[in-house]
Antibody
Framework: EVQLVESGGDLVQPGGSLRLSCAAS????????MNWVRQAPGKGLEWVSYISNSGNTIYYADSVKGRFTISRDNAKSSLYLQMNSLRDEDTAVYYCARVVRGYSYVFDYWGQGTLVTVSS | DIQMTQSPSSLSASVGDRVTITCRASQGISNYLAWYQQKPGKVPKLLIYAASTLQSGVPSRFSGSGSGTDFTLTISSLQPEDVAAYYCQEYNSAPTFGQGTKVEIK
């Protein structure tokens, strides 16, 4: 069974940093592109970042470019999101999402999400 | 950036009704369109990709159509368990989601 389990969400002050993790199991992690998608409270979905299966290709949404860094450790079947210079508008549930093989941004499995709250 | 506009933003229909949600892209995206269902308090679930390909395990009452800029998600016979928000998502470029359509039972 495919499982994605996020962790690391917390309450942080504006300007602060946080590192999210996503532990994957039940599939060959190194074969799949992975993404982070977020959802502000009561709002819709927003794509955040993409990392290819090898980690060699990375993309970011304009809203987080220069502040967030995506990475992965295929040996540990884990995905990460380093979040710096956090802003109020980064408050959201952050989901890691697996991509359907052969597609770049079709998300077939989602974790349960981890809540990041940016507030003073 | 491509903008995705869904309509309506919410709807209320009776059990057994045929329900249609539309999604319009601000520029042509071929068939690079997915639909997701998010039940209250739950994680999004992939329903359809490539505009009309049903994800494994999704009931056949769900169907998708369209190409270019105009797309539809149809629920042929609405069931109580279909109460959810539905999102379209383009993946022709950096992915963008529609604002969502909330479906309720009348």
């Amino acid at each position: 069974e495919v499982q994605l389990v996020e962790s690391g969400g917390d309450l942080v002050q504006p300007g602060g940093s946080l590192r999210l993790s996503c532990a994957a199991s039940g599939f060959t992690f190194s074969s799949h592109t992975m993404n982070w998608v977020r959802q502000a409270p009561g709002k819709g979905l927003e794509w955040v970042s993409y990392i290819s299966n090898s980690g060699n290709t990375i993309y970011y949404a304009d809203s987080v470019k220069g502040r967030f860094t995506i990475s992965r450790d295929n040996a540990k079947s884990s995905l990460y999101l380093q979040m710096n210079s956090l802003r109020d508008e980064d408050t959201a549930v952050y989901y890691c999402a697996r991509v359907v093989r052969g597609y770049s941004y079709v998300f077939d499995y989602w974790g349960q999400g981890t809540l990041v709250t940016v507030s003073s | 950036d491509i903008q995705m506009t869904q309509s309506p933003s919410s709807l209320s229909a009776s059990v057994g009704d045929r329900v249609t949600i539309t999604c319009r892209a601000s520029q042509g995206i071929s068939n690079y369109l997915a639909w997701y269902q998010q039940k209250p308090g739950k994680v999004p679930k992939l329903l359809i990709y490539a505009a009309s390909t049903l994800q494994s395990g999704v009931p056949s009452r769900f169907s998708g159509s369209g190409s270019g800029t105009d797309f539809t998600l149809t629920i042929s016979s609405l069931q109580p368990e279909d109460v959810a928000a539905y999102y379209c998502q383009e993946y022709n470029s950096a992915p963008t989601f529609g604002q969502g359509t909330k479906v309720e039972i009348k």
